[in-house]
């Protein structure tokens, strides 16, 4: 494995990390996948408080058991949206470290900033708190993951002298979304180490059309033009895969071993720009799949709603989408048509889509 450096701590990160967010149910195969990564040399692996409904953390520590652990830096996430009291971060930071069988959290985050967690934040003296847990050995890098505008990651990186990291959502389609590439080389100037998130946009970009599929040709899988594209820049110091098939860990590892920075030619330049432009034609909706909307008081099925209707302008077949629509969402929870506008999903969806417009939307499209 190649390893590539993370801002100024120092520390030396492979190319991938493994993100526990989008794992298969069976927990021995998890920590096959998991352990074979480490074996290849994959040195990060990031969890967080709430994935999984806060089971992946309890995974983690189990996977890393057999002195798997002290093979890698562990990074989890305090979920800030959940801190309602001075004592919630101390207590959160103790049971994760219970649940992840380790003394010290190596790379810990603040999880999801945006406008409104950023002011829990500064109410509950977060930052404080981070460094008061560091001196007391429980954690030892700082940092926090991203999803709001550039001016407020700008202003958030300038708050805190202590910063060792940020964690960004990167891919060539976003790259002048969130923090983008912009925040990316605001954050590293100021030597912070950057961790790409979402680098598929949840598979978005691996299950691709047939027109993309041609446009990339024989020169590089989807995936791979994905990764190689993050890769190539040298501000990069990890990027994150949600692996959740045995597959998906071996194809990303032979990816990863032969990646350099500026490894992209003038050619495989000139295929991502005509593939962005081909999928920004589409109108597609930035759904990641990440699950945080599952909150939703009618229990509607919201990220297998925009797969269908993704795939409807995706593939242009409004017969096997609708199928989809019909047959394969309900199995998760209701239509949207029960959508009653709450905006309660808005609130936490890190993509800022306005979910209940969309709903109304999706089902006059598939009515027709
Ligand atoms: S706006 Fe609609 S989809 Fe969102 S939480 Fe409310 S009912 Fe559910
Ligand atoms: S709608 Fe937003 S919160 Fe829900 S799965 Fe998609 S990106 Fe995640």
Redesign the pocket.
């Known amino acids: 494995m190649v390893y590539r450096d993370l801002g100024n701590t120092g520390v030396r990160l492979s190319p991938l990390g493994f993100g526990m967010m989008r794992l298969p149910s069976d927990e021995r195969v998890v920590t096959k996948m998991v352990r074979d990564a480490i074996d290849a040399g994959v040195n990060y692996i990031d969890t967080a408080y709430c994935y999984l409904d806060g089971k992946s953390e309890s995974i983690t520590g189990r996977v890393l058991s057999d002195g798997y652990r002290d093979k890698i830096y562990l990074a989890t996430k305090c979920p800030v949206w959940l801190i309602e009291k001075d004592t919630d971060f101390d207590r959160i930071l103790n049971e994760q470290l219970k649940r992840l069988k380790t003394e010290q959290i190596d790379f810990y985050l603040l999880h999801s900033l945006n406008k409104s967690s950023w002011e829990n934040v500064k109410k509950f003296g977060l930052l404080e708190k981070m460094k008061e847990a560091r001196e007391q050995g429980k954690i030892c890098y700082l940092g926090f993951s991203f999803h709001d505008t550039y001016d407020l990651f700008q202003e958030i990186v300038d708050s805190f002298d202590e910063w060792d990291f940020c964690q960004i959502q990167l891919n060539y389609l976003d790259t002048k979304y969130q923090a983008g590439i912009k925040g990316m080389k605001y954050a590293a100037e100021k030597g912070l180490g950057v961790i790409v998130m979402e680098p598929l946009r949840?598979g978005y970009l691996a299950n691709v059309p047939q027109t993309i599929q041609d446009i990339f040709g024989k020169s590089k899988t989807p995936i791979e033009g994905a990764f190689d594209f993050l890769w190539d820049m040298p501000e990069v110091g990890t990027v994150l895969s949600g692996m959740s098939t045995q597959a998906q860990v071996d194809e990303n590892i032979k990816y990863a071993e032969r990646s350099s920075v500026g490894m992209l030619s003038e050619d495989d330049k000139k295929i991502i720009e005509a593939v962005t432009k081909e999928f920004k034609k589409m109108g597609t909706v930035?759904?990641?799949?990440?699950?945080?909307?599952n909150i939703c008081p009618k229990k509607i099925a919201?990220?297998q709603s925009?797969a269908a209707y993704n795939s409807a302008l995706l593939e242009d077949n409004f017969e096997q989408a609708k199928h989809q629509y019909v047959d394969w969402v309900p199995r998760f929870g209701a239509l949207p048509s029960n959508c009653i506008s709450c905006h309660k999903?808005e609130e936490?969806?890190?993509?800022h889509?306005k979910?209940s417009e969309y709903m109304h939307k999706i089902h006059e499209f598939f009515q027709e």
């Open positions: 949840g930035p759904c990641t799949g990440c699950s945080y909307c919201i990220p925009f999903c936490i969806c890190p993509q889509i979910i």
